[in-house]
């Protein structure tokens, strides 16, 4: 639910926040099914040429028929894919990792039939290992590389004889071959850790550079609100009028019944703080951050929870740390988010709201804490974030007091933009209710930063 300032509900708050996205960096590791065929086509190409020059070309004695049979699983097992599964299709680690087995099983059968470790294909072996180690995560990696090296293991000893230039057979010293072994293990292990490292940092670089998109939409989006506020607050200021009139004119009418009267008063004291409120809106220099008095960190939280303490839930302020106590120009940015978190927190207590506003050498600290029903867990990451999809809109309309969620995210923004850090979370049993953790580092809140900056 939300109220006139559009704070959100802890209770609805999974009705109001959008799906949360899938890991940054996930999807990126995830083999495309369309990559991995096109690359057994390249195999399937080169292994035909290698085998029809070495049979027809140069005329070693290759088992032709043997080698043309393994090529042509491959070419089937890829037909197959392709009319199973669509081009797109992101395959999962299991099928990643058994497909990519596959490919070293074929390549192993390919050089047990001709001449094993001494072949000079043997270095293909590590094309899947870079492959899994580049997509895969590094258990599995780890596993295909083992599965590579157990068989360029068993080629040492179970291999064909590599055939020559007329008849003959190409006999290499063994010391030489266990050498090729080695240097193909060493390799192996190499590109694993390597092409992983280089992997994953990729995937972080990208990572940040999806979360800088999504800071920058979010500084836009509330630029954009900026401008929708100012309008709203122009567009409602005529009908406001009209109210204010209206009850003044019934006011004046001195009524008998004082329980109306009385009504009457509240609505007019109403109509007048929500004229007082788009004022603020409408007047940007308001909010340009001049700076004002300065506030010590107990100071700015009595300042910011002031508004709220007529709402019939008890406001406590506390706060301690060495002397004296930090000071800051006042923000009217700062205390209008501060002041919708301590909103949001009397609108969902039972009984008494809590704000500790502590400081230490390096830190300022302001914790707002209630004691009502909390926030659902499997929001809790995502909370602060605008409402945006026009589907769950229409759903969340279907139930009572819906809201856009705009009322947290505009307070976590501004808050954010004087380099402050937010954390939100749930009491500890058996306590309950909902801990909103906000902290300046002490020089950036001495320093006072303006939130339009």
Same mark, same amino acid.
């Given at each position: ?43 399937? @190409? ?33 037909? /197959? ?36 470790? $001494? ?43 590599? !055939? ?13 071959? %266990? ?26 670089? @990208? ?25 709203? %607050? ?16 019934? /006011? ?32 940007? @220099? ?8 300065? $506030? ?10 002031? !508004? ?7 406001? $406590? ?7 004296? !106590? ?50 659902? !867990?499997?929001?809790? $990451? ?11 809109? @229409? ?38 209710? /909902? ?19």
């Amino acid at each position: 639910m939300t109220d006139g300032s559009g704070s959100v509900s802890h209770r609805d708050m999974s009705a109001v926040l959008p799906p949360e996205p899938e890991g940054l960096g996930l999807e990126a590791r995830r083999l495309r099914l369309n990559t991995l065929i096109a690359l057994r086509w390249l195999a399937v @190409a080169g292994q035909t040429a290698a085998v029809v020059i070495g049979v027809f070309g140069l005329g070693l004695g290759f088992p032709a028929v043997a080698c043309f049979a393994l090529i042509a699983a491959s070419a089937a097992l890829n037909l /197959a894919l392709r009319w199973f599964y669509p081009k797109s299709v992101l395959l999962s680690e299991r099928d990643a990792t058994i497909f990519l087995a596959y490919d070293i099983l074929q390549l192993a059968g390919l050089l047990f039939l001709t001449g094993g470790v $001494s072949n000079p294909f043997v270095i293909l072996l590590l094309a899947p290992i870079v492959i899994a180690a580049g997509s895969l995560p590094l258990d599995r990696a780890l596993g295909l590389s083992a599965l590579a090296l157990v068989c360029a293991t068993a080629l040492l000893r179970f291999n064909l004889p590599l !055939p020559w230039i007329g008849g003959g057979e190409l006999d290499l010293p063994p010391l030489y071959v %266990a050498g090729l072994w080695l240097a193909l293990v060493v390799s192996a292990a190499f590109l694993t850790l390597y092409a992983h490292r280089v992997a994953a940092e990729t995937r972080q670089t @990208a990572s940040a550079l999806t979360a800088a998109e999504l800071v920058l939409a979010r500084v836009q989006h509330l630029s954009q609100l900026d401008g929708l506020a100012a309008a709203a %607050a122009h567009e409602l200021g005529t009908p406001l009028a009209t109210v204010a009139l209206v009850v003044r004119e019934m /006011a004046a009418q001195k009524p008998h019944d004082e329980a109306f009267a009385d009504d009457l008063s509240l609505l007019e004291e109403s109509v007048d703080r929500c004229r007082a409120i788009l004022g603020k809106l409408s007047a940007p @220099a308001d909010l340009s951050g001049q700076p004002m008095d300065v $506030s010590s960190p107990v100071e700015l939280a009595e300042l910011a929870a002031a !508004p709220h303490r007529l709402l019939g839930i008890a406001i $406590s302020v506390v706060g301690e740390g060495p002397e004296p !106590p930090p000071k800051c120009p006042r923000n009217p940015g700062v205390l209008y988010g501060l002041g919708n978190l301590i909103e949001n927190a009397v609108s969902f207590a039972e009984r008494e709201v809590k704000i500790s506003a502590d400081w230490t050498r390096s830190t300022v600290t302001i914790v707002v804490s209630d004691d009502g029903a909390g926030f659902p !867990p499997g929001v809790l $990451s995502r909370i602060g974030e605008p409402y945006l999809s026009e589907r769950d809109r @229409a759903r969340r309309s279907e139930k009572a007091g819906g809201g856009l969620g705009l009322g947290l995210f505009i307070a976590r923004s501004l808050l954010e933009r004087s380099r402050a850090s937010l954390r939100f979370d749930n009491a500890s049993p058996p306590a309950t209710g /909902a801990l909103i953790t906000v902290q300046w580092a002490r020089s950036a809140y001495e320093e006072g930063r303006r939130g339009d900056k």
